[in-house]
């Protein structure tokens, strides 16, 4: 089970002082064009700053002139801006674009955008790129933002972590990796006492659960502010194979 509807999905854990809302989910970024930002090869002419170029005298064209220009499809040097303000001609921020990139996939764009963004920056939820990848599933963008240096404990405005989105969604290999080689806190709570083994739980990852629990050891018994276990949880959704994992 997923969590509910992609588009404008009603999270059903809103923190106890704030009432549920809509919530974004993956596709969050997906309905905006990214033309504007991919890069965009175009043809041009490269010319050697060295001035002509000539052949060795001893050889056999004797110094004769040679052809210092080269024909050539190249990405467009603008496509790649160090200068915050110019990010506006691409549609947004480099923060925008990064969270943009992450949510997508999309590689290319995010290490142009890793040049000027601060990883960290959020949404209006808070979410970071490393949020957005997580939710996602994208594996290579998690290591790129974490090489980078982002915050692998960073939360939105409800208090989830990156690996908590990870396990909400059900990544399993993004949340190996957090657990693993970023050593996230896998025993975090959100702003209602919701843990990674938690979110798993409750839409019925049942791989998660066991990476969490058994792999690396997830405090499998912890209550929520509603007083509730994971157990509970997957028992209230009637996920009986996760819940037979957990006490």
């Not at 056999?60 to 040679?66: F, Q, R, T």
């Not at 957090?178 to 409750?202: C, E, P, V, W, Y």
Request: glycine residues 8%; contains cysteine.
């Amino acid at each position: 089970m997923s969590p509910p509807s992609l588009h404008k999905s009603l999270d059903e854990y809103a923190s106890p002082s704030k009432p549920a809302e809509p919530y974004p989910m993956p596709d969050y970024y997906a309905h905006e064009p990214l033309k504007a930002v991919t890069p965009v090869k175009s043809p041009g002419r490269w010319e050697a700053e060295t001035g002509v170029l000539k052949a060795r005298p001893d050889g056999p064209l004797e110094g004769a002139p040679l052809n210092g220009t080269v024909e050539c499809s190249h990405l467009d040097v603008t496509d790649m801006p160090d200068l915050r303000n110019e990010w506006e001609k691409f549609g947004g921020s480099p923060e925008h674009c990064l969270r943009m990139a992450a949510a997508r996939g999309e590689m290319g764009l995010l290490r142009r955008a890793m040049r000027v963004a601060d990883l960290d920056d959020g949404d209006e939820h808070r979410r970071a790129a490393l949020h957005c990848a997580c939710e996602s599933g994208h594996l290579e963008i998690v290591r790129a933002l974490k090489v980078a240096g982002a915050d692998i404990e960073i939360e939105d405005d409800l208090g989830r972590t990156p690996i908590m989105s990870a396990a909400w969604c059900g990544h399993l290999q993004v949340v190996r990796y957090l657990a693993r080689t970023a050593l996230a806190d896998i025993d975090a709570q959100s702003m209602n006492g919701m843990t990674a083994t938690h979110f798993a739980a409750k839409y019925g990852h049942e791989a998660v659960v066991i990476a969490l629990v058994q792999e690396f050891k997830a405090i499998p018994d912890v209550v929520d502010k509603m007083g509730a276990t994971a157990r509970a949880y997957a028992v209230e959704m009637n996920h009986k194979s996760v819940a037979g994992l957990l006490p």
